[in-house]
């Protein structure tokens, strides 16, 4: 037990090291041609001013967002392969992120937001809340893995569906174009105003989720086993859902859906922390976070010019990962 | 009664199968009647026209060709121009359009105009084309203007089509001396502009939106930076270089898109208290028509604004 502990520790310790190092890469890369001394220095003075507007008002918002988001996501997929008891939850497989995204277009192109912004992060938190409660209601308490699956498969292509749908109805000839920002995900020139609006929403959902690490640890136990330890399955049951909703709506109503990183990060560090789920939260909020501003910095040094979208970064990563993780579950269930 | 029943669904079923073959009989006679008849007569009407030099039926399929042709078709010589023609964001001879026949860009309304030359832009719909042509009609591609020399190329190349080649003349004659009259304060050094679009894009060299900023005598920051060609301009690299003015591209529609808010980022607001913004209409710059003056004009005027209060 004393050794587990400290080796979470060290893992944390390191994870934390390595947000801290790509939080500064992701300031440190794009386009424009600004030396490492005075990307730092503009910063905090106002020495160069064009340096200092392209550091605080674009790359600062970016490397924030890609903190907030990669955490909320690595946290949710650990709180969500703990809660349902399924290797294969993740916000993006289950459908959540894509709800979330139509309740984002909805708010965005119905003009909605522009006369009040909260409305972006409230109306994607509603699409994100209906979809945890469809793939519960869908699957059934004790669901079998592939259920869970296919209900996910089910509210997500519906969910793409009407996305689309919505963007092809506006009459604004762009907005069909941008269907590629809200179903791969993107963190370019996204500003301050974006790291406000979601910051209490992300705040919450986090506290919430972190909250449910006893919960999680009896309920590796079984659902009967944890009752009896003392745990109310009513309120682990909202405090996983509302912080799921929370986290993964504020983060997909600015970035559009970033697959795959709730699912490969909670797996890699599992081995590394012990198979304890109250071991693994605070861990796989790390680790998404440095996933994710690792992948952002990759999108700028690959193709600066071309904006690829990060959701093709995390789905060249996480697909033959899930494959993967396929075989090896379809090995242990059937 | 059971029997009976069962016996009136069959005669109901055959009756209602023999009924269907003979609907698809009289829908497959009538489609191949309406898909042969106009064929031959084209034929026949390809005939007559191949020795007149001077086209009677022309359609166009596109906005630029429908200016260009517009402009230089003598009386009776334009059959029809496309919708989009019609629409003030992107077309400057709304009113002269609407004397024509206004076709929607398919293959099968342009094929029952019986043209005797279709006049198509490189990104008029690559299948209605493909498909005219198999049907045997004419057709002309004008390439995209990259340059006012393209202009001019396209200029003489439907004059050249039309049979209007002295109109062709005159026409870039007057484009030429626009040009040329256009007095820009050259002693005082050109100022830094740059074009963003929405969704960030640019123009750099090799492009009519370069000439025509130099033609005003601006400077060209995506083309002063090495950017060649109509591609994306990340938000830093404006910011970064802090040009004198900004031309963007006007709203094309009140109805919100994210491509929109990259002209709303907080840098860019903030980056505007130094540099102007200029939305220039697109409707001038959208085509390499003789048009593009208008652009001309106006960034010149814009130009004398900033220069002015740095003139003592």
């Known amino acids: 037990m004393r050794r587990h502990i400290d080796r979470f520790w060290w893992v944390v310790i390191g994870l934390t090291v390595t947000v801290v190092i790509f939080f500064f890469l992701s300031l440190l890369t794009g386009p424009a041609q600004i030396s490492t001394v005075e990307a730092l220095t503009a910063l905090w003075t106002s020495e160069n001013e064009a340096a200092q507007l392209v550091m605080l008002e674009i790359r600062l918002p970016r490397a924030l967002l890609g903190v907030l988001v990669g955490a909320s996501?690595?946290?949710?997929?650990?709180?969500?392969?703990?809660y349902l008891r399924n290797p294969l939850a993740e916000p993006g497989l289950l459908g959540i992120s894509s709800t979330a995204s139509l309740g984002a277009v909805i708010a965005i192109y119905t003009g909605l937001s522009a006369f009040f912004p909260p409305a972006l992060p409230l109306l994607?938190?509603?699409?994100?809340?209906v979809a945890v409660i469809l793939v519960r209601l869908l699957a059934g308490a004790n669901s079998h893995i592939m259920t869970l699956i296919l209900a996910g498969i089910a509210v997500s292509s519906f969910a793409n569906a009407m996305t689309a749908l919505a963007l092809n109805l506006s009459p604004n000839p762009f907005a069909a174009l941008e269907i590629?920002?809200?179903?791969?995900?993107s963190l370019t020139d996204r500003s301050l105003s974006h790291v406000w609006l979601t910051l209490p929403f992300i705040i919450t959902g986090w506290l919430l989720l972190s909250s449910l690490g006893r919960a999680l640890d009896a309920l590796s136990l079984g659902e009967d086993a944890a009752s009896s330890l003392g745990i109310s399955l009513t309120r682990v049951q909202f405090l996983a859902i509302s912080g799921t909703a929370l986290c993964v709506g504020a983060a997909t109503a600015v970035c559009g859906v970033i697959g795959f990183i709730g699912l490969v990060v909670p797996h890699i560090l599992r081995p590394l922390v012990g198979h304890k789920p109250s071991q693994l939260l605070l861990p796989s909020a790390l680790g998404g976070a440095s996933l994710l501003l690792a992948a952002d910095v990759a999108v700028r040094v690959i193709a600066p010019e071309k904006d690829i979208k990060l959701g093709v970064l995390t789905a060249l990563i996480g697909a033959p990962f899930f494959l993967w993780l396929v075989f090896k579950t379809r090995r242990q269930v059937l | 009664m059971i029997r009976s029943k069962s016996s009136y669904i069959k005669v109901f079923t055959d009756k209602t199968i023999r009924l269907v073959c003979f609907c698809l009989h009289i829908v497959i006679v009538f489609c191949l009647l309406t898909v042969t008849q106009p064929l031959f007569s084209q034929e026949g009407?390809?005939?007559?026209?191949t020795g007149a030099l001077t086209p009677k039926r022309v359609v166009s399929m596109n906005l630029c060709t429908d200016q260009l042709a517009m402009l230089l078709a003598g009386p009776g010589q334009l059959l029809s121009v496309s919708n989009l023609t019609l629409e003030t964001e992107g077309s400057v001879m709304v009113e002269e359009a609407q004397k024509y026949k206004i076709n929607y860009g398919l293959a099968e309304e342009v094929f029952l105009m019986k043209p005797d030359i279709i006049l198509a832009g490189f990104y008029t719909t690559r299948s209605s084309i493909a498909l005219l042509q198999r049907l045997g009609f004419r057709v002309e591609i004008?390439?995209?203007?990259?340059s006012f020399d393209d202009i001019r190329n396209n200029i003489k190349k439907m004059g050249n089509l039309l049979n209007r080649n002295e109109r062709a003349d005159e026409l870039i004659r007057d484009?030429?001396?626009a040009l040329a009259n256009f007095k820009v304060d050259k002693t005082?050094?050109?100022p830094l502009a740059a074009l963003y679009y929405a969704n960030s894009y640019t123009s750099g060299s090799n492009t009519l939106a370069n000439d025509i900023v130099t033609a005003a005598q601006f400077k060209n920051l995506s083309s002063h930076l090495n950017l060649k060609g109509f591609r994306r301009f990340p938000l830093e690299l404006l910011i970064y270089n802090t040009p004198d003015l900004i031309v963007t591209s006007q709203k094309w529609s009140d109805a919100p898109a994210l491509a929109q808010q990259s002209l709303q980022h907080p840098a860019l607001v903030h980056l505007q208290k130094q540099s102007g913004?200029?939305?220039?209409?697109?409707?001038?710059?959208?085509?390499?028509?003789?048009?593009?003056?208008?652009?001309?004009?106006?960034?010149?005027?814009m130009r004398e604004q900033l220069t002015k209060p740095r003139q003592p």
């Open chain 2, 188 to 190: 005082t050094p050109a």
């Open chain 1, 73 to 82: 996501l690595g946290l949710a997929g650990a709180v969500l392969q703990g």
């Open chain 2, 45 to 49: 009407s390809a005939d007559t026209n």
């Open chain 1, 180 to 185: 590629v920002f809200w179903l791969l995900g």
């Open chain 2, 175 to 177: 484009f030429d001396n």
């Open chain 2, 277 to 301: 913004l200029f939305p220039l209409a697109d409707k001038y710059w959208i085509c390499g028509t003789p048009f593009v003056t208008e652009a001309v004009r106006n960034l010149v005027s």
């Open chain 2, 142 to 146: 004008f390439p995209l203007a990259h």
């Open chain 1, 124 to 129: 994607a938190l509603l699409g994100a809340f």
